[in-house]
Nanobody, 114 residues
Framework: QVQLVESGGGLVQVGGSLRLSCAASGKIFSINAMGWYRQAPGKQRELVATITSGGLTNYADSVKGRFTISRDNAKNTVNLQMNSLKPEDTAVYYC????????WGQGTQVTVSS
């Protein structure tokens, strides 16, 4: 089992920045990849960014150049630095870990006001 706890969401104005963190615990040695997903009201959950255990990253086109995913293996955390935020970035952001099975955090709200 892997437990994930997100933090760092909040309210920010257009053009602002936020940094999300996801702390993993449990069988962290089994984690192959981690990522951030988001779900806006009335929409399906979508990929934001992923990072493998080897550090390879992947981003949704909508966030390329604005968001950066990083992984701190010593602290067992994965972070998402979000810059130049737009109203369409408003969503609940979820951390996901792939460790044989999929594990999800509880989500953290990000609201970008115009």
């Amino acid at each position: 089992q892997v437990q994930l706890v997100e933090s760092g969401g909040g309210l920010v104005q257009v053009g602002g920045s936020l940094r999300l963190s996801c702390a993993a615990s449990g069988k962290i040695f089994s984690i192959n990849a981690m990522g951030w997903y988001r779900q806006a009201p009335g929409k399906q959950r979508e990929l934001v960014a992923t990072i493998t255990s080897g550090g390879l990253t992947n981003y949704a086109d909508s966030v390329k150049g604005r968001f950066t995913i990083s992984r701190d293996n010593a602290k067992n955390t994965v972070n998402l630095q979000m810059n130049s935020l737009k109203p369409e970035d408003t969503a609940v952001y979820y951390c996901r870990a792939l460790a044989g099975s999929n594990y999800w955090g509880q989500g953290t709200q990000v609201t970008v006001s115009s």
